[in-house]
């Protein structure tokens, strides 16, 4: 993990797309706030500038000092960053009559131009900026250009300082992968050599350096990421590990026993904490949201410290804090709003008095998949989709009770089933957990699924009596990070077989709806 590239975060939406591409090409990054830059020793490769959504006109658009980077490290800015790179050493940035949004055609203009080695004479590029480059700084030269742009790439002549006004990171520009693939694995002459097995390898000596013999403690959920945390630190110190799985009584059909069974085959030491009754006697009568999840969150914090106190001597907690809660919850202050304070970064250490390690901070969640399947974890384990902290809690709206749950978790039951058991691989459709693969069933296809069970009654008849019982709401997601998701284009028969098994074996159903709203505006979880 010495060679890197930094990538200096402007406020951009998709600035983790960045990390995420160069990631792929097996080049490890970094993501640092513009006004948070560490320091650029002899294992940093490269920098590349984000986007953002200010403008460089802006009085109070975000400022960088340049002076130790441009010229010494090879350097890329992107839409805002190439605008900066513009206007900050004497060029002219305007705004647009129009704002330039969208799919646009590049043109290369110099065909010789490192950055564009092997990139199609046309290609498609995705605009997305309300200020255009109109003059170039002296020593800069046009190596790409759009019918609308003209300067639509620049490089400094005598540097490795290269610009461009679209978006490489996102889909819709074509040849993205392969620019940013010259830029780190050509100019910046990165190797491309950072594996899951290299990962493994580097963690678990970083582990035993940073823990020694010391006991650590870990909060295991059944989730991708305190799974993949588990495995790294059972690696790394064996049964100086414990982890502990707590029951809140919010779980899916047997999750809670299917869950610790899985974990037997790992070796790992797992402690099972059954608190059901007391945070369900908390949750009666509480119908709002927020309270929920205070409720749920207290609850649980106090569980976990029930427990943890009989691991005699335990020093470490471990939390699977993976790199987009990190990036979320730091922000940049009045230009990228914080999206959330997020449970695995900070909170109980306070309360435990335990230091922290994080084995998976810096993965990203299908790193975290990768680096499961090369530890050897099951794919039942590794390819499970992400589930919500509160768990069914926020999948009730309104007052919890255990009738709810019953027919909530059976109508789950039959839905998650189903996706597991329906043969999709005619569809020929991504892996959601693995792109670069294709999907085996409907439930490989999807990054989250799960039904919510409305606090309405619609009408309904069945045989010859009329009901007056609860719709659910199915819902199924694709994404990559959760950051954004489209809902599911579901075959028309999986839905038909499903709507008629939940209706027909769960009692107090009567309706099931399929919602399809994208995030945004819409969130994955109704609560």
């Known amino acids: 993990m010495a060679e890197k590239i930094i990538i200096l975060d402007f406020g951009s939406q998709v600035t983790q797309l960045i990390g995420r591409r160069l990631r792929e090409l097996n080049v490890y990054c970094e993501i640092y706030p513009f006004n948070k830059v560490p320091a650029l020793d002899a294992n940093v490769k490269g920098v590349i500038l984000s986007g953002s959504p200010c403008s460089v006109r802006d009085s109070n658009a975000p400022q960088i000092d340049l002076s130790g980077i441009k010229g010494v490290f090879p350097l890329l800015g992107i839409c805002y960053g190439a605008q900066y790179l ?23 203009v110099r065909e010789d131009s490192p950055l564009l080695s092997g990139v199609p004479a046309s290609s498609q590029v995705w605009m997305s900026h309300g200020d255009t480059i109109s003059r170039l700084p002296e020593g800069a030269e046009v190596i ?4 609308n742009v003209t300067n639509a790439a620049f490089s400094f002549k005598g540097e490795k300082t290269y610009a461009v006004q679209f978006h490489p990171e996102v889909f819709h520009t074509t040849e993205g992968s392969r620019i940013l693939g010259n830029f780190a694995l050509g100019i910046c002459g990165c190797k491309g ?35 993949v945390a588990a495995a790294l630190l059972n690696k790394a110190i064996g049964h100086n590990l414990t982890c502990i799985f707590v029951n809140n009584g919010l779980l899916r059909k047997n999750e809670y026993e299917d869950v610790l069974e899985s974990y037997k085959s790992m070796d790992l030491n797992v402690i099972g904490a059954d608190a059901s009754k007391e945070f369900l006697a908390e949750l009666a009568g509480v119908s709002d949201p927020e309270t929920k999840r205070k409720i749920i969150g207290r609850l649980f914090v106090e569980t976990f410290d029930k427990y943890a106190r009989t691991v005699g001597n335990a020093r470490w907690l471990a939390q699977g804090t993976i790199y987009p809660d990190v990036i979320e919850s730091a922000g940049i202050e009045g230009i990228a709003s914080k999206i959330k304070s997020h449970h695995n970064v900070g909170g109980l250490p306070e309360k435990m008095n335990l230091k922290i390690v994080e084995p998976l901070r810096m993965l ?23 589930f919500p902290g509160p768990s069914l809690a926020i999948r009730i709206i309104g007052e919890i009770t255990e009738e709810k749950l019953r027919v909530l978790r059976e109508a789950d039951d039959i ?22 693969v294709e999907a085996k069933t409907l439930y490989d296809a999807i990054w989250q699924a799960g039904v919510i069970l409305l606090p309405i009654k619609s009408v309904g008849v069945m045989g010859d009596e009329r009901t007056y019982e609860n719709p659910v709401a199915l819902r199924a997601v694709v994404s990559t990070d959760a950051m954004t998701a489209d809902w599911f284009h579901f075959p028309y028969d999986f839905l038909a077989d499903v709507s008629n098994e939940i209706i027909n074996k769960v009692k107090g159903v009567n309706r099931v709806v399929y919602d399809i709203s994208s995030k945004p505006p819409a969130t994955i979880e109704w609560e």
């Not at 790409?144 to 019918?147: G, I, L, N, V, W």
């Not at 969640?365 to 794919?379: F, Q, W, Y």
């Not at 597991?420 to 459709?429: E, G, I, K, V």
């Open 86 to 108: 513009a206007y900050r050493f004497g060029g002219d940035v305007e705004g647009s009559l129009s704002r330039e949004y969208g799919r646009a055609t590049m043109q290369v």
């Open 193 to 227: 050599d950072w594996t899951p097995d290299s990962f493994i390898e580097t963690t678990v000596e970083a582990i035993r350096k940073q823990v020694g013999d010391d006991k650590v403690i870990l909060g295991l959920s059944g989730g991708v990421d305190s799974t």
């Open 415 to 436: 839905y998650i089933r189903g996706l597991r058991n329906y043969d999709c691989s005619s569809l020929h459709l991504p892996s959601a957990s693995d792109p670069r």
């Open 364 to 386: 990203f969640k299908d790193e975290v998949r990768r680096v499961g399947r090369a530890l050897g974890i099951k794919d039942e384990l590794v390819g499970r989709h992400p």
């Open 144 to 147: 790409a250009s759009t019918e």
